[in-house]
């Protein structure tokens, strides 16, 4: 099942008689299944769908079948969870990022967070400016929390986690890197400098350690790694991070980037304005954003 947050276009077809609103809807085949008519009783929004448990969940699940109430062409899919709760990261959590990197395999996860009005949706623009030029990519799968949890074992750490997505944990480096310690939640934390989606993968059956990951750069091939790469797995992840603080439904958990950014290329490669990133997981879809310079509505004092 692939939940996703979506709007009707205006005058698309199926929208008669329907709200335009951003509400929750099954991602299908053949398009988009509404939850607010297959399901009325579910909430309209997503964080308040993960909120409401396994019996919101397993209603969806009972729908999925139902037809869908609009084609792909006629929504627009934002981010699942516009507002997540927490968005938690992890740095050098891949082997061969580490090698690249020149850095030792970390001893415990390295931790850092980015700011919930970091996210954007699937396809929406990421935003380039001139006080962060040096803009990076960074493919990564991510965890979804279904469940308020704390001090959760490794062995039962898939009983809280709803699904998974793919975000792309946009970077300014220099930003990153300021500071002693560097601050990496300031370089990581720019406006539509998380895109996220296109759908919450809800499947227990899926292994997350099994999955193929690409990053795509205008066509050029950047990023391609499996998933068992990882240092520190999903599920010792949300173990570590539960030793100190509550995890909360809709919380995102960011597993970290293989090799292949931007700033290891040589010579370095920045994202400039005009390119396209694509980042796709096995099994979860694909994401792709274009660079754009930064509106001069979004860039002035209010």
């Given at each position: 099942?692939?939940?996703?947050?979506?709007?009707?276009?205006?005058?698309?077809?199926?929208?008669?008689?329907q709200s335009t609103s951003s509400r929750v809807g099954l991602l299908t085949g053949g398009g988009v299944?509404?939850?607010?008519?297959?399901?009325?009783?579910?909430?309209?929004?997503?964080?308040?769908?993960?909120?409401?448990?396994?019996?919101?969940?397993?209603?969806?699940?009972?729908?999925?079948?139902?037809?869908?109430?609009?084609?792909?062409?006629?929504?627009?899919?934002?981010?699942?969870?516009?507002?997540?709760?927490?968005?938690?990261?992890?740095?050098?959590?891949?082997?061969?990022?580490?090698?690249?990197?020149?850095?030792?395999?970390?001893?415990?996860?390295?931790?850092?967070?980015?700011?919930?009005?970091?996210?954007t949706g699937p396809y929406d623009p990421i935003f380039w400016s001139e006080e962060g030029k040096a803009?990076?990519?960074?493919?990564?799968?991510?965890?979804?929390?279904?469940?308020?949890?704390?001090r959760v074992p490794k062995a039962s750490a898939q009983q809280v986690i709803l699904g998974y997505t793919?975000?792309?944990?946009?970077?300014?480096?220099?930003?990153?890197?300021?500071?002693?310690?560097?601050?990496?939640?300031?370089?990581?934390?720019?406006?539509?400098?998380?895109?996220?989606?296109?759908?919450?993968?809800?499947?227990?059956?899926?292994?997350?350690?099994?999955?193929?990951?690409?990053?795509?750069?205008?066509?050029?091939?950047?990023?391609?790694?499996?998933?068992?790469?990882?240092?520190?797995?999903?599920?010792?992840?949300?173990?570590?991070?539960?030793?100190?603080?509550?995890?909360?439904?809709?919380?995102?958990?960011?597993?970290?980037?293989?090799?292949?950014?931007?700033?290891?290329?040589?010579?370095?490669?920045?994202?400039?304005?005009?390119?396209?990133?694509?980042?796709?997981?096995?099994?979860?879809?694909?994401?792709?954003?274009?660079?754009?310079?930064?509106?001069?509505?979004?860039?002035?004092?209010?």
């Amino acid at each position: 099942m692939k939940l996703v947050t979506f709007t009707p276009l205006a005058n698309a077809a199926g929208t008669a008689g329907q709200s335009t609103s951003s509400r929750v809807g099954l991602l299908t085949g053949g398009g988009v299944i509404d939850l607010t008519q297959a399901a009325p009783e579910l909430p309209a929004d997503m964080l308040s769908f993960i909120e409401a448990g396994a019996e919101a969940v397993k209603m969806a699940e009972s729908v999925s079948g139902t037809a869908p109430h609009y084609g792909i062409a006629d929504v627009s899919l934002s981010a699942p969870i516009k507002r997540p709760p927490k968005i938690i990261a992890i740095g050098l959590n891949y082997r061969a990022h580490a090698a690249e990197s020149n850095m030792e395999l970390p001893k415990v996860p390295l931790v850092f967070t980015k700011q919930s009005t970091s996210v954007t949706g699937p396809y929406d623009p990421i935003f380039w400016s001139e006080e962060g030029k040096a803009l990076d990519y960074e493919g990564e799968l991510a965890i979804v929390i279904g469940k308020r949890c704390r001090r959760v074992p490794k062995a039962s750490a898939q009983q809280v986690i709803l699904g998974y997505t793919v975000l792309n944990d946009v970077s300014v480096r220099d930003w990153q890197l300021r500071g002693t310690p560097p601050s990496f939640t300031m370089g990581k934390s720019w406006d539509s400098h998380c895109p996220i989606g296109p759908s919450i993968t809800v499947d227990p059956a899926l292994d997350p350690h099994a999955l193929q990951l690409t990053t795509h750069v205008n066509g050029e091939l950047r990023q391609a790694t499996g998933t068992d790469d990882l240092i520190f797995d999903c599920f010792e992840l949300i173990e570590f991070l539960s030793t100190a603080f509550t995890l909360e439904p809709g919380d995102i958990i960011a597993t970290g980037t293989p090799s292949g950014v931007g700033f290891a290329q040589k010579p370095q490669a920045p994202l400039v304005i005009g390119d396209k990133v694509k980042v796709a997981i096995t099994g979860l879809g694909e994401i792709e954003n274009e660079v754009i310079q930064e509106p001069a509505d979004r860039a002035q004092f209010f």
